[in-house]
């Protein structure tokens, strides 16, 4: 008889283990770690110690929204090429909103340009 064509390596294939690490984690959204960059350094709270956190949630990337064991990790952190460009990506432009993804759709107010005197 024929092998099963449901065979396991073929659902190990098509399974992404790449995903499933990146989904473990919930990160914060662009918007929300912008936002909390844009807020003085006197608004900003201190971490709390948090006993599920690695370093007891002390050490901190404020950019990638990643807590580190200790500083001398955090620290080899901030040489990586990922960091700098998520410094770089927040430090541009100001992220997009709901309302530029409705007007680039077309859901805003129209434009209809300057009105024209009629006579």
């Known amino acids: 008889m024929g092998k099963c064509p449901h065979n396991r390596k073929v659902k190990k294939r098509r399974y992404s283990h790449k995903t499933a690490r990146l989904t473990k ?29 690695p370093g007891m949630g002390q050490y901190y990337c404020l950019h990638c929204d990643r807590y580190f064991a200790d500083m001398a990790t955090r620290d ?32 805003g107010m129209p434009d209809n340009g300057p009105k024209l005197m009629s006579m």
């Open 25 to 53: 984690f919930l990160r914060k959204g662009d918007d929300a770690v912008y936002e909390e960059l844009q807020k003085p350094d006197s608004e900003r709270n201190p971490l709390p110690f948090d006993e599920d956190l």
């Open 76 to 107: 080899e952190h901030f040489k990586t090429k990922r960091h700098k460009k998520h410094v770089k990506e927040m430090m541009g432009t100001k992220p997009h909103t709901q309302l530029d993804a409705d007007l680039a759709a077309g859901m």
